[in-house]
């Protein structure tokens, strides 16, 4: 049975038990977006240089998109036994509890600047204009999935973020 879950084979089949227009896009194995209706963007460890580290706030992101729109998402942190779910319309979670962002206006933003390690003209001028902005702002090596959760929550204000990872991108945008 391990090697079921550890090679993908039992998530695989779970998605496709609910019919044959449902592909899995795991970041671990696939390079194209598949041509379906049904996708199921899966990241099995969000934060791996984290969770590698054997540090705290590494995740497991899924989200399910119809035509392209992220109709349902979840994150889970197992270092915190936190699980955040997020249906579209319906509002986001945390272990089972309505969240919503902060409403503050009468201080400085809190925001999560979480950028590649890769050195670009375009993330050194992102990061110019966080800093110019004059808001207080945050890195960390944190699931970038667990970090919107972190927004949806109110903990923060906001994430700014540049990364070719898209698979907590697309769980963390609806939560």
């Known amino acids: 049975r391990f090697t079921k879950i550890y090679d993908g084979t039992l998530q695989k089949e779970i998605v496709k038990s609910f019919g044959p227009d449902h592909e899995v896009f795991a970041e671990e194995e696939n390079d194209k977006w598949p041509e379906v209706k049904n996708i199921w963007g899966i990241d099995p460890i969000s934060g791996t240089s984290t969770f590698l580290a054997g540090l705290p706030h590494y995740a497991i992101a899924v989200s399910h998109m119809i035509d392209g729109v992220v109709n ?3 994150i889970y942190d197992p270092a915190v036994d ?4 997020a249906w579209l319309g319906e509002g986001a979670y945390k272990n089972g509890e309505k969240i919503k962002v902060s ?3 009468d201080i400085l933003p809190r925001v999560i600047l979480n950028l590649s390690s890769v050195n670009t003209p375009l ?6 204009a966080v800093i110019d902005s004059g808001c207080n702002f945050y890195k960390n090596r944190n699931s970038y999935g667990l970090n ?3 927004v949806a929550t109110g903990q923060y204000d906001g994430i700014v973020t540049s990364t070719k990872d898209v698979f907590p991108e697309l769980a963390g945008s609806l939560i």
């Open 72 to 74: 349902f998402a979840v």
């Open 103 to 105: 409403e503050k206006n």
């Open 148 to 150: 919107y959760c972190h």
């Open 123 to 128: 993330k050194n001028e992102i990061y110019q």
């Open 82 to 85: 936190e699980l955040f779910t």
